[in-house]
């Protein structure tokens, strides 16, 4: 049985260069010739053999990957990825983000890696804003790890209080809040009045993205997810209650523990479906 994705995830104050585990990921610089920040601080724990090493590799487009020796380090290999540098969010920033932590996992992989501790990327000399590269991050590692049982642990080791925060608020966000929260989240459900209501495709699609978003988190598959996404959006009025709705399914899933294939039987749908709508 596949370990869930979130269970091998964890989020810890330190210092990367003392991570025991196979690999750390450095964000790198294009040349790979050392910088400041947390390139700086590997290449002093990993000592002057790791950019020898370097030296022969050429370089790192932004957005990709390479893999070193740790020498001196306890991590046996040390990742590089270039992160892109922050131009305001119109330049493709948040998918080359991800692209750094796809590629970093893929490396690792293929170097017999099970566990890996990756920095905050992006989120000093290159500017990325924290909160938005925290979640690009989880995101993008939850959804690895999910079509990914070879690595056993990711640590996302935090320089700071506030980086510390921003990932726990993003794994809430994630995970106890299904995504795409409604704009009137927290607040009152509108449009009170309507009784009868029409299956409206972006409320189908916001329940069918969350019920797929729960899949990813927990390792699990919902064998009915679509009959379960339009009978959700069927009868919900609006985005606040089918948000209701989708986060009551996963308190189920992770309050039973539920893995593997499940079929979410009628009678819980309709409790579920009694408390998002308040009748
Ligand atoms: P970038 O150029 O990709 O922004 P930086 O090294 O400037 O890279 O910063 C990336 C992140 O690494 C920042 O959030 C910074 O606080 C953090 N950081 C710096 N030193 C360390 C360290 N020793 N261990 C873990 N994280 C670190």
Not at 71 to 91: D, K, M, S
Not at 122 to 135: E, M, N
């Amino acid at each position: 049985m596949s370990v869930s994705p979130i269970s091998r995830i964890s989020v810890i104050l330190g210092d990367i260069t003392q991570q025991q585990v196979d690999a750390i990921v450095n964000a790198a610089n294009p040349s790979l010739l050392g910088g400041g920040g947390v390139d700086g601080a590997i290449h002093r724990a990993a000592g002057p053999e790791l950019l020898e090493e370097c030296r022969a590799l050429g370089g790192c487009e932004t957005g990709e990957a390479k893999i070193t020796k740790g020498y001196r380090l306890p991590a046996r290999f040390v990742i590089h990825t270039v992160g892109p540098v922050w131009r305001g969010g119109g330049h493709g920033e948040d998918n080359l983000l991800a692209s750094c932590y796809r590629k970093s996992l893929a490396l690792a992989e293929s170097h017999g890696v099970t566990t890996v501790a990756f920095p905050a990327i992006s989120t000093g000399a290159y500017g990325f804003p924290l909160a938005r590269a925290t979640l690009i991050a989880i995101k993008t590692v939850i959804e690895h790890l999910s079509h990914s049982p070879a690595i056993t642990k990711v640590v996302f080791v935090c320089h700071g209080d506030q980086a510390l925060r921003m990932y726990h608020d993003a794994i809430r966000e994630l995970v106890h809040e299904p995504p795409y929260a409604p704009e009137n989240s927290g607040g009152k459900i509108q449009d009170r009045d309507r009784t009868s209501y029409d299956i409206t495709p972006d409320i189908y699609e916001q329940v069918a993205g969350q019920l797929r978003m729960i899949e990813i988190v927990h390792g699990i598959r919902l064998v009915n997810r679509d009959a379960l996404a339009e009978t959700i959006a069927g009868v919900v009025k609006d985005r606040g209650q089918a948000s209701v709705a989708t986060a009551a399914i996963n308190s189920w899933v992770a309050v039973n523990s539920i893995h593997g294939e499940t079929e979410i039987a009628e009678d819980v749908i309709a409790r579920i479906l009694r408390h998002a709508t308040g009748r």
